[in-house]
C-alpha cells in the first residue's frame, strides 16, 4: 500500500509538471493532493517504525484507504470529472481493499468508490472539455496508460493472494502429513509396547534354559562358547524390549546417564559390534563435553552404522566433532556410493525403522545428511548441543 501510494504522488507530481508545461489543469489542487499523500505516507512509515498497532488493524487500513479514495477523487475532479482518464484508478482502492480487509470492509469500499465517482456528476469540471484531434489524442493516452496501470496491479494483486494461497494449500498438507507421521508413530509405539509385553516370557524362558544347559556338566567344552553368546544376545533382547516398554525416545528419563561424549560413543560402538563382529568400528572423538546418554539418539546411530556396514568391506568409523554449539555425529563407510537402503529411507522416513529415527533427529532439532567423504560415504547428524546437555 505504501508503493502505491508513492505511485499516486508520482501521478501528482507528473500532472503538475504538465500544467506547468502548460497543460490546462488546476496546479493547486493536484499539488495539494501530492503533498496530503506524501504527508500521509510518512506519517504511516513512522507509524510502523514505532510498532504502532492501530494502523495496522482493519479499522485503521479502512481510513487509509479512505483518504487515498478522498485524495484520489480530487484528482479525478480536477482532471475532468466523469470524462477524467483518471476514473480507472478507482479500482485500485477496491482491489486493496478485498486483499486487506474483512468482508464487510471491502463492500464499503466498494460502495465509496462508486459513491465518490457518482458525486462527480455533481461537481463542477475544473478541465473543461475542448473538442480538437490533439486534445482527443491526449485524453486517450491518459486513459491508456491509466488503464494499463490499473490492470497491471489488480494483475499483482490477484497473482500474490493466488501463491499464498497456494503457500497456505501447501503447509496445510505438510501440517496433515506431520500429524499423520506423529499418528502412525503412536500406533507404532503401541505395538512395540504389546510385543514387548509378549515377548518378555519366551526370553525369560530361554534364558532359564540357557543357564540350566550352561551348568550342566555334561555340556561339551566346544559348546560353552556358543552357549556364552547365546546368553549374551539373551541379554541384549530383553533390553532392547526393556526399551521399546519405557517409550524410547519420547521423553528424557530423570535417571538418564550423564557421561563423556567420546565414553558414550565408544560404548555405542561396543554395543554395535554385538550386532556386526566381523565389521570394525573405529571411533573419533576429540570433545570433553559431558552430555546426556539420549537412548534414542543412540538407536539412530546404530541404525546409522548398519546402513554403513552394507556398504563397508571391513572398516566404519563414527566421528563426533562441536562447533559452535553445534553436534556433528557423522558414519564413515568405505564404499563406493550412499546405499541403496538409506537413499530410500532418507527419501521416505516412513520405512521401517527409518521413520522412528528420522522422527529421532527431529525432536531434537536436528537433521540427517549424506555426503561423499574419502571414497566412501558420510552420513552426518547434526543438532544443536543443548538437547544433551546435562
Known amino acids: 500500500m505504501l508503493r502505491l501510494r508513492w505511485l499516486f504522488v508520482a501521478a501528482c507530481g507528473a500532472l503538475t509538471a504538465l500544467g506547468l508545461f502548460g497543460a490546462q489543469l488546476p496546479l493547486t489542487g493536484i499539488a495539494l493532493t501530492g503533498l496530503g499523500l506524501l504527508v500521509l505516507n510518512l506519517a504511516t512509515r513512522c507509524a510502523l517504525r514505532r510498532q504502532l498497532p492501530a494502523w495496522l488493524t482493519p479499522r485503521g487500513l479502512f481510513l487509509q484507504l479512505l483518504a487515498d479514495m478522498l485524495a484520489l477523487s480530487v484528482l479525478v475532479q480536477q482532471t475532468g470529472g466523469l470524462a477524467s482518464p483518471l476514473v480507472g484508478a478507482y479500482l485500485v482502492p477496491i482491489a486493496l481493499g478485498a486483499n486487506l480487509l474483512p468482508p464487510r470492509g471491502c463492500w464499503a469500499m466498494f460502495v465509496c468508490a462508486v459513491a465518490s465517482y457518482s458525486a462527480q ?75 514387548a509385553h509378549e ?85 573419533d572423538c576429540d570433545s570433553a563435553r559431558t552430555v546426556v546418554a539420549e537412548q534414542s539418539l543412540g538407536h539412530t546411530l546404530q541404525w546409522l552404522l548398519d546402513h554403513a556396514a552394507s556398504a ?61 567423504f574419502q571414497g566412501g560415504t558420510e552420513l552426518v547428524v547434526t543438532l544443536p548441543l543443548a538437547v544433551l546437555s546435562p
Open 312 to 372: 563397508a568391506t571391513t572398516t566404519v568409523a563414527l566421528a563426533a566433532r562441536v562447533e559452535a554449539e553445534t553436534l556433528h555425529l557423522a558414519v564413515r563407510d568405505c564404499g563406493t556410493e550412499v546405499p541403496e537402503a538409506l537413499r530410500d529411507a532418507m527419501r521416505d522416513p516412513t520405512q521401517s525403522h527409518g521413520e522412528l529415527s528420522h522422527a529421532t533427529i527431529a525432536r531434537l532439532g536436528g537433521r540427517l545428511d549424506a555426503r561423499p
Open 121 to 195: 456528476a455533481l461537481l463542477p469540471n475544473r478541465v473543461p472539455h475542448v473538442h480538437g484531434v490533439a486534445a482527443f489524442e491526449l485524453h486517450q493516452a491518459g486513459m491508456w496508460l491509466t488503464v494499463v496501470v490499473a490492470a497491471a496491479l489488480l494483475a499483482g494483486f490477484l497473482a500474490r493472494a493466488a501463491e499464498l494461497l497456494r503457500r497456505c494449500e501447501r503447509e496445510l498438507a505438510d501440517a496433515r502429513e506431520a500429524m499423520l507421521h506423529q499418528e502412525q508413530l503412536v500406533a507404532l509405539a503401541a505395538l512395540a509396547s504389546n510385543a
Open 199 to 283: 515377548l518378555a516370557t519366551p526370553l525369560a524362558t530361554m534364558s532359564v534354559t540357557l543357564e540350566e544347559i550352561a551348568r550342566d556338566a555334561a555340556l561339551p567344552d566346544a559348546l560353552g562358547g556358543d552357549v556364552a553368546q547365546l546368553g549374551q544376545q539373551l541379554v541384549r533382547c530383553r533390553a532392547a524390549l526393556e526399551t521399546l516398554a519405557r517409550e524410547a525416545g519420547v521423553a528424557r528419563g530423570e535417571g538418564a546417564r550423564r557421561l563423556p561424549l567420546s565414553q558414550w560413543l565408544a560404548e555405542l560402538a561396543d554395543q554395535w559390534r554385538i550386532r556386526q563382529p566381523q565389521v570394525r568400528v573405529e571411533v
